[in-house]
């Protein structure tokens, strides 16, 4: 399995949207837990575009 990040990534925005439904800490940590989460699967997708372009 060669997708780490879209998992990391699915933790964070599953951890971030409990955090918001939980009211649990401050809302500036949840909306960077799912901001990263975002970012990570952007992240992929940029890499899956250039490798398929690569091959």
Known sequence: ???P???VA???LLVGA???VADVGASGLWIAV???GIALVAIESRRR???QHHA
């Open 18 to 20: 409990v955090l918001l």
């Open 1 to 3: 399995m060669r997708q």
């Open 10 to 12: 699915v933790a964070l």
């Open 49 to 51: 575009r250039q490798g």
């Open 5 to 7: 990040l879209i998992w």
């Open 34 to 36: 799912i901001t990263v």
